[in-house]
């Protein structure tokens, strides 16, 4: 038999063994495959090595062991990092800095070695988990879905809700009550009954009520609603007042402004009366004036330095233009 031949039937063999040097290999196929060189082993068992059901490789600096579909073990000496898988479903990892241990739908943990802070989950899959706690020096979380949720904030900040999802930084939080605070803010809610909000920082305080009231105040600015009853609205830089009854913007029945140079009212359809300046105008049972249309009303009176006009319709129309030089008078006519 020539050289080819003879290499061919070591690879059709059931039993083969190799040794040089310090290396061996032994394999009874498929029983067991093992191989040793220096202070490394592996051992595979039912099968060649990597694809065999149980494994086993060990050297100065690792021990890695498995038993297929059953577990899965791994210690790297060097890196003290260890790792360790049980049935696809329980997974355990370890370093020198963290490690974390989950259980498929039951719990998944993860805790910090040189600093204090952990967490925990329970109950389903991370995000998406019945219970979690969450812990480190600037930082607390925790929920239990859908009762309650809590976090709190590294600069002294916290927010805790009740019946629905858990508080999130910097975003609403769906549920039915939600409190917070900080040194300079204050938040509380209870849905669908109220929701107070103050911020010391800005100045500015929000009240709100059964999804309609609402009441907004700053240090230059107040806003007072309840639709349709009112609208108060003040801003002092501006000097303006506005007062509406009974309607919405810019509907209503009354409406009362006021500004440093100006005053508006008007009672819907009794009156409606402007002044700005010396200029000023009044109209008596009808629609107050919109924009630039003429007035539709039965009595409107109209004056400003130069000019004097009043009408009651149908009856007269009179008008004086004291710059034109110019009087007319009309009865009984439109206006």
Partial sequence: MNGTGLRYSQARSLYRHDAKGTAIHDRFFPLYDWRRNGDWRELGVLGILD????????????IAHRLFPLYRYRHDLAADD????TFFLHRHHSTPTQGDDSLLLLWDATWQRQQPGWELDLFGIKPVTWFHHESSPVHTADRLFPLYGYQSTPMGGWRLSLLGFPPREGTFAWSLYEQGGSPTYVLTRLFPLYRFERNDETKETNWSALLL????????????TLPPLHEYERDDRTGKTELNLLGLKPITLFRHGTAPDARSSYLFPLYDYDRKGTASRLSLIGWPKIGTLPTLSLFEREDTPSLSAHRFFPLYRYQRDDEAKTRDWDALLLW
């Fill in 213 to 224: 009231y609402q009441h907004m105040e700053s240090e230059t600015h107040l806003l007072d």
């Fill in 51 to 62: 694809f065999s059901l149980f494994y086993r490789e060990s050297g100065p600096t690792l």
């Fill in 82 to 85: 260890v790792s360790m898988e």
